[in-house]
């Protein structure tokens, strides 16, 4: 299902990016999963540094599954910086996290998050909550187009 993009996972929990990769692989999502396990790796990934210096900075995410509480750099300031510059600004962003707080939720909005997906706690829950999640983002939304420039 869907268009073969990459969907980029920010998510420090190995027990929650495997229930992911199983979510996916039972929802028949052909889309490269990337992994980054903490904010500033995202950034990185983003933003086209460290060990991603040499990633096609043209390649940008489908969409970025962003969970809230991260070490190094939190959800919050990664999704403040996402919005924050020129290349990255239209980047499709639903934070999935466990938090179903109120303040997370309202500062999420605040920084323009597209959706806010509270993780369900049964993998069946789970699965269905990806495969609506892909079957948006990745099948019916029609992205900006973003670019490199």
């Not at 990255?88 to 707080?101: E, G, Y």
Request: charged share 25%.
């Amino acid at each position: 299902m869907g268009k073969n993009h990459v969907i980029l996972l920010v998510e420090d929990n190995p027990d929650d990016e495997e229930l992911t990769r199983l979510a996916f692989k039972e929802c028949k999502f052909v889309n490269e999963l990337v992994v980054t396990r903490d904010g500033q790796e995202a950034l990185d990934y983003l933003f086209v540094a460290g060990k991603y210096s040499d990633r096609d900075v043209a390649n940008q995410p489908q969409v970025i599954l962003l969970d809230l509480k991260l070490p190094k750099v939190d959800g919050l300031e990664v999704l403040r910086r996402i919005r924050g510059h020129h290349k990255t600004k239209l980047l499709p962003v639903v934070m999935l996290t466990s938090s179903k707080q109120e303040q997370d939720i309202l500062a999420s909005y605040s920084l323009g998050i597209n959706s806010y997906i509270q993780k369900p706690v049964d993998f069946n829950q789970f699965i269905e909550a990806v495969r609506q999640l892909g079957l948006y983002w990745l099948v019916l939304n029609e992205a900006a187009a973003t670019t490199g420039k």
